[in-house]
């Protein structure tokens, strides 16, 4: 599969079949995460994997009762705590080396965006949840202060395909030169 392909094809899988994927396959899933570029090649990010039954419903918990996700986590044979080192990203000598502050949050995304282009091309199917209690989830896990739960996804074998929620038009939200301006590029260059 091409990376096109699997931009355009990936969904949102919150419905998943039990059989656990082969541990090879699940390497090559993080082998691609820790591929993501990253500030200063800091690679900020950690990974936790969760497999125990008990785990995932107590993360699953941590979600609020409407989170459409909430099944997922418990349903899905394995959970990814996606976490992050802080301070680390987006410093220069100890100190926030821009107005954005800490960039964990950036280079988690990217490394968790290869994630989950590979599990699509590997036939595995993922659900980004950032709608629960990173506080919870920490303690859940015995996470060290320094470190900070960005995200849970469950990773396994799709129940279903999923479907394709729309998308804005480029027109919604391109601009050139100046925010706001026409999406039509100077002398059509772009």
């Not at 656990?20 to 995460?33: C, G, H, N, T």
């Not at 986590?73 to 959970?79: D, E, G, N, S, T």
């Not at 199917?125 to 960005?150: C, E, Y």
Request: proline fraction near 7%; hydrophobic fraction near 45%.
């Amino acid at each position: 599969m091409d990376v096109l392909q699997a931009i355009e094809q990936r969904r949102s899988v919150r419905r998943y079949r039990p059989e656990m994927p082969p541990r090879s396959i699940v390497r090559k899933v993080l082998e691609a995460a820790r591929m993501a570029p990253s500030w200063a090649n800091t690679q900020c990010w950690e990974f936790i994997i969760v497999s125990d039954a008990g785990l995932k419903r107590e993360l699953a918990e941590t979600l609020p009762e409407k989170n459409p996700a909430r099944a997922a986590m418990l349903q899905a044979p394995l959970v990814i705590a996606a976490c992050a080192r802080t301070g680390l990203s987006g410093y220069f000598k100890g100190r926030p080396a821009t107005d954005k502050g800490d960039w964990l949050l950036f280079d988690t995304a990217l490394s968790v965006q290869n994630l989950t282009l590979r599990a699509h091309d590997l036939g595995l199917g993922t659900v980004h949840v950032g709608f629960f209690d990173s506080v919870k989830a920490a303690v859940i896990l015995q996470v060290p202060a320094d470190i900070t739960v960005v995200e849970l996804m469950p990773l396994g074998y799709p129940a279903d395909g999923g479907t394709a929620t729309p998308r804005k038009p480029l027109e919604e939200f391109v601009f050139y030169e100046r925010y706001g301006a026409s999406c039509h590029a100077p002398d059509d260059r772009v």
